[in-house]
């Protein structure tokens, strides 16, 4: 079965990094779009980051433009977030997700599968 796993969240400090990682079983990450999203408190899920390995086509947030990056190591299916000069704002619970068919990148309802989520805390 195709299955994703989040990890990597943590408790930091305004200015701090972070990594975190995105797993999958069941498949080839080189056959699909990964993308991380997010939840913060109160607000709706948006669009992180988003890469298709095939083609090194990324995505990314004007939000955390600049601050984090995406990439993708296949030969461990796995795919990272690097997440410089964080803010307090990107506090969230961060979701992975994979599509086959290379859909709009930013648009969770593209995904149909899902990682359960690692929650990422910036204090002031």
């Known amino acids: 079965d195709v299955q994703l796993q989040a990890s990597g969240g943590g408790l930091v400090q305004a200015g701090g990094s972070l990594r975190l990682s995105c797993t999958g079983s069941?498949?080839?990450?080189?056959?699909?779009?990964i993308g991380w999203f997010r939840r913060a408190p109160g607000k709706e899920r948006e669009a992180v980051s988003c890469?298709?390995?095939?083609?090194?086509?990324?995505y990314t947030a004007d939000s955390v433009k600049g601050r984090f990056t995406i990439s993708g190591d296949n030969a461990v299916n796995t795919v990272y977030l690097q997440m410089n000069k964080l803010l307090p704002e990107d506090t969230a619970v961060y979701y992975c997700?994979?599509?086959?068919?290379?859909?709009?990148?930013?648009?969770?309802?593209?995904?149909?599968?899902w990682g359960q989520g690692t929650l990422v805390t910036v204090s002031s």
């Open positions: 997700a994979a599509q086959l068919t290379g859909k709009e990148y930013y648009s969770s309802s593209n995904y149909g599968y």
């Open positions: 069941g498949f080839s990450f080189d056959d699909y779009v």
């Open positions: 890469i298709e390995s095939r083609t090194d086509t990324t």
